[in-house]
């Protein structure tokens, strides 16, 4: 069982700048560092969108195309943390964001939130002027 709780969102002026952290209360005996971590976001009436994913030992990510050379993944596997920093947020980064956990992915899976065992609630991200 892992345990995900988002925090780091609010309101922000477009051009601006704002980081997610997700940390991780793993129960399964497994370490943190054997989970590979993804960021989604949503919003109303539409599917989850991928946005970034990190592998456990955090040498490899992946980012989608929306988002590349704009948002940064890095994680922390001593304080079972991970962080995404959004800078040169645009109106339509408006969305709530998700951080989604799992041990048994490969590369090709990263961006599937349907291959993700565990999520969190979600931090609300508002780009706005």
Do not use: H
């Not at 960021?39 to 195309?65: C, H, L, M």
């Not at 890095?74 to 799992?102: F, P, W």
């Amino acid at each position: 069982q892992v345990q995900l709780v988002e925090s780091g969102g609010g309101l922000v002026p477009p051009g601006g700048s704002l980081r997610l952290s997700c940390i991780a209360s793993v129960n399964s005996g497994r370490a943190f560092r054997t989970y590979s971590v993804g960021w989604f976001r949503q919003v109303p009436g539409s599917e989850r969108e991928f946005v970034a994913a990190i592998k456990g030992s955090g040498s490899s990510t992946y980012y989608g195309n929306s988002v590349k050379c704009r948002f940064t993944m890095s994680r922390d596997n001593a304080k079972n943390t991970v962080y995404l920093q959004m800078n040169s947020l645009r109106t339509e980064d408006t969305a709530l964001y998700y951080c989604a956990a799992d041990d048994q992915l490969i590369t090709s899976s990263l961006g599937n939130p349907y291959q993700y065992d565990y999520w969190g609630q979600g931090t609300q991200v508002t780009v706005s002027s």
